[in-house]
């Protein structure tokens, strides 16, 4: 793996630009032009613009998905895109955590054992998964429902807070969110963002949260429009 940077931002993006090619490989349209922002660790930035500005892309650029057309993507000081496939996969599954706006979790288990899946896949012991699982849920304020028999008794809120807890229960140092409450509304919403962005100060992860509520992006430590970056 190619060596660390000395950024200690465990996510910075430096002049980034993507666009869209045409049939002959040329620029037809860029998204977004020189993008230049970083994510301390500890703190959140809120990532807001209209549609069709490009969050969800900046998402998966930032996840090592997508590649960026110029500029340097560097999650825990490592330009993605000096790693192989195989490299960059590795590092989603140890230092980035994800939180998608439905929560996709797999309804016929429990919330401990939803929580616990990431460790499972990266193979350690059932024992240690399922108790790491559950500080993890306690940590997201839901332990009392933990043995549940499934998820799909759970309030939306709940689903959204074992999603919450799932993203984080590898210790990542970036942890992403996709309109974590779009699918919320009234106190639910609420309590989901103050146990989503009490994150950094918990575990010092840096959160990027992509939203359209503005009542959740003022929680953030910053704001970043990304529609200030369109370069048509």
Do not use: W
Not at 3 to 27: I, Q, T
Not at 106 to 133: F, H, T, Y
Not at 197 to 202: H, R, Y
């Amino acid at each position: 793996m190619p060596k660390n940077s000395d950024s200690s931002a465990p996510l910075e993006l430096r002049d980034v630009s993507f666009a869209y090619e045409n049939s002959g490989g040329a620029v037809a349209r860029y998204l977004f032009n020189g993008l230049n922002f970083a994510v301390p660790a500890g703190t959140s930035l809120a990532i807001v613009g209209p549609s069709g500005s490009g969050k969800s892309t900046l998402l998966m650029l930032c996840m090592g998905l997508l590649t960026a057309t110029s500029g340097e993507v560097v999650v825990d000081g490592v330009d993605l895109a000096q790693l192989s496939e195989r490299q960059r996969t590795k590092l989603r599954r140890q230092q980035i955590g994800m939180v998608f706006q439905d929560g996709e979790l797999l309804p016929e288990l429990s919330p401990l054992e939803n929580v616990a899946v990431p460790l499972m896949l990266a193979g350690e012991k059932s024992s240690a998964s399922l108790a790491a699982s559950a500080r993890a849920l306690d940590l997201v304020g839901i332990s009392s429902r933990l043995h549940a028999a499934d998820t799909i008794t759970l309030s939306g809120g709940e689903r959204q807070r074992v999603a919450v807890a799932r993203a984080i229960v590898q210790q990542p140092k970036l942890l992403l969110a996709d309109e974590p409450t779009g699918a919320l509304d009234g106190s639910t919403r609420d309590k989901v963002a103050d146990e989503l962005f009490s994150i950094p100060g918990k575990t010092g992860a840096a959160l990027l949260v992509v939203t359209h509520d503005p009542a959740i992006a003022s929680r953030a430590t910053n704001v970043l429009d990304v529609g200030a970056f369109i370069h048509v």
